[in-house]
């Protein structure tokens, strides 16, 4: 709940009262769940690896080419066997979560085969992420938190409505 009130809050500048009906707490909860999740962040010690950004990449981009090419033995690979995977898909209610390499992997391996997408890698809160795009226009955003060379945590924004509020200038969007 904390991470989700800080990075709602943010990265997506979404009003505490709507953060409060997602995680079930009232608007001040929210804000302080927010400020906590902040000052742990700022006083957080992060090691070395997590900022080799091209290592990071390079991570992201092994599970994105295994995704495409089916490979499930591969998205594994890259997975954390405890991965968490969180999607925000608006709506009422909290975001589903999603937990383990092999979960994940089919989760992964069903949306690849839905249609394809131009995969766009971008920065997001310092970290690789990717815009999913179809028919030029954004429908998704990805955040990965990667440590020792394997993704521990995936979050996906698809609400419509706060993809379509995001600055994608830098990505041609």
Request: charged residues 30%; aromatic residues 8%.
């Given at each position: 709940?904390?991470?989700?009130?800080?990075?709602?809050?943010?990265?997506?500048?979404?009003?505490?009262?709507?953060?409060?009906?997602?995680?079930?707490?009232?608007?001040?909860?929210?804000?302080?769940?927010?400020?906590?999740?902040?000052r742990r962040i700022q006083g957080a010690e992060v090691p070395t690896q997590h900022t080799d950004r091209a290592r990071q990449r390079r991570v992201v981009d092994a599970f994105v080419a295994a995704s495409r090419d089916g490979d499930f033995d591969a998205l594994v690979s890259v997975l954390h066997p405890d991965v968490l995977l969180r999607v925000d898909a608006g709506g009422p209610g909290a975001p589903p979560e999603v937990r383990g390499a092999a979960a994940v992997a089919n989760r992964s391996l069903m949306f690849s085969r839905l249609g394809a997408a131009e995969r766009l890698a971008v920065v997001v809160n310092g970290a690789p992420g990717l815009v999913a795009v179809r028919d030029g226009r954004p429908f998704s955003l990805l955040a990965f938190t990667v440590v020792d060379d394997r993704i521990v945590e995936i979050d996906i924004l698809s609400d419509p409505e706060r993809v379509g509020r995001l600055d994608l200038s830098m990505v041609g969007l």
């Open positions: 709940a904390e991470r989700l009130a800080f990075v709602l809050r943010d990265m997506f500048a979404v009003p505490f009262d709507e953060i409060a009906r997602i995680v079930g707490r009232s608007p001040d909860a929210t804000r302080q769940l927010a400020s906590r999740a902040r």
